[in-house]
């Protein structure tokens, strides 16, 4: 007997298997949702057609009040469903959120309308319930709106309505994505790739380029959109998930806004045109060029070693430059004043005069190299009088001697005073008033570290 039951209780054993995991079948329901939400909308013009003909047919106020209950029944399934579908995510959080609940508002005005068909009859219920059945009216449409938004883009209804009627559903109608006049840009398109530039280039871009995956190249990123279907797209996927999933994206930063998940969506709706990408990298690689072209008309000025540090920042280095350092090849450093965060004069003459001939401020500048010159303590004044905000200053082996000029740096972290006329009890109070700072008055020089190495005794 058990032999010849085992095939029926391993048929039976398959048929309720699927019950033991009820996040298929939930997930089943709610995917059920496209098909429900049409139930309540046919029942409701039915329930609306039979309030005005029972006005003449007692007949048509019992199927009105069939049909009623039956519509509230219908409501509460779609909206239960579609409760459940939201939890797979895939659209704009706000926008989902706003569908959800204008469901559910549905249902329960349905449900209102059906309880007072059941009530005793008389006038103020009548037309209490004709009140809600208007309220119901304007819910669903919001609901419906709402629902085509989600499902076809924020500007698929009104960009082809009339101008008029445009702001009453939805953003005000251009002519639609595809209607943007020649030689000016997309701007569908240009919001979502300004969106996708400012939350998903910092892993996803030149500097870093997570899974190999560049956003900012055009063969990339159409490896993660399918044009013309946002929810089949992997990238829309991604920044629509619930935030605490493991997949979402982005990992670092705020997430994308409901405005920029939307524009993401009709982009890629509208058929994900790359046009403007491939514009905003030809003027990126334009504007590349012509910096570089700048930084090299500047060394050939100054003769200095000149490093793009990247966020304008540049490092300045006249102690590798070629030729002599003269009043010109320092004054030639006025048009990038504000830019230079480091600079190294070590190893040259250091006059007066040569000082004097940089820019009057140095408004960014962080760390002074000057070491192994003939810097006096009238040259590192004017010098340090240009560069109030220095973090570090390196003066060994210099002809300095008053560090009267240096108290007035606030911010100094490290100083390098080793061989030079700075006597020692000078030194000890400084330490003493800047008991954070590093500063150094041997050869014994510190540890470099990452951040900050020290500066090598010489080139």
């Known amino acids: 007997m058990i ?29 059920l949702h496209p098909l429900l939400l049409h139930l309540p909308i046919g029942l409701f013009a039915a329930v609306a ?36 579908l939201a939890e797979e995510g895939g659209q704009p959080l706000e926008l989902l959120d706003e569908h959800r609940w204008q469901g559910v508002g549905v249902a329960v005005l ?7 068909e059941r009530a005793q009859p008389s006038r103020r219920l009548v037309w209490s319930r004709r009140a809600a059945l208007l309220v119901c009216a304007g819910a669903l449409y919001a609901a419906g709106h709402h629902g085509g938004m989600l499902t076809h883009g924020e500007t698929f209804l009104s960009a082809k309505a009339p101008g008029w009627l445009a702001p009453l559903v939805g953003h005000e109608s251009g002519g639609g994505a595809g209607a943007t006049p020649t030689g000016e840009r997309d701007p569908v398109a240009a919001a979502a790739l300004d969106a996708l530039a400012r939350s998903c280039l910092r892993c996803h871009g030149p500097d870093k380029a997570k899974g190999g995956l560049r ?19 992997e990238l829309f996927r991604r920044v629509t998930l619930r935030p605490t999933h493991p997949e979402f994206m982005p990992t670092e930063g705020a997430p994308l806004s409901d405005e920029e998940v939307l524009a993401l969506m009709d982009w890629i709706n509208a058929g994900a045109s790359l046009t403007v990408l491939n514009e905003a990298r030809a003027e990126q690689e334009q504007a590349d060029a012509q910096r570089e072209g700048e930084l090299d008309d500047l060394r050939a000025a100054t003769g200095a070693i000149v490093e793009d540090l990247g966020d304008g920042a540049l490092r300045v280095d006249f102690s590798r430059g070629r030729g002599a350092l003269t009043e010109e090849s320092v004054a030639a450093l006025a048009p990038v004043a504000e830019r230079v965060v480091e600079l190294s004069l070590a190893g040259r003459e250091l006059g007066t005069a040569v000082v004097n001939a940089l ?4 408004p960014r500048l962080e760390r002074l190299r000057a070491e192994r010159s003939d810097l ?5 004044a004017a010098l340090l009088e240009r560069a109030s905000g220095l973090r570090e200053l390196n003066v060994h082996t ?10 007035r740096l606030e911010r100094l972290e490290r100083g390098w005073f080793a061989d030079t006329r700075v006597a020692a009890d000078d030194l000890e109070r400084l330490r003493a008033e800047r008991p954070t700072a590093q500063l150094f008055g041997s050869l014994a020089l510190p540890t470099p570290t990452a951040d900050a190495p020290a500066p090598s005794a010489g080139h």
């Open 398 to 407: 210099t002809r300095v001697g008053s560090l009267a000029a240096v108290r």
């Open 110 to 116: 349905f449900v209102l309308v059906a309880a007072l």
């Open 376 to 380: 006096d303590d009238e040259a590192l």
């Open 49 to 84: 057609l039979l309030e005005v003909a029972s006005w003449r047919s007692r007949a048509a106020g019992s199927a009105r009040r069939l049909v009623t209950w039956a519509g509230a029944l219908t409501a509460v399934l779609a909206a239960g469903s579609g409760w459940l």
């Open 3 to 31: 032999q010849s039951g085992a095939p029926a209780a391993l048929a039976i054993g398959r048929l309720i298997e699927p019950l033991a995991d009820p996040t298929d079948w939930l997930g089943f329901t709610g995917r």
């Open 215 to 233: 956003l900012d190249d055009p063969a990339d990123l159409s490896t993660v959109v399918v044009p013309g279907d946002a929810p089949a797209s």
């Open 359 to 362: 820019p009057p401020s140095l």
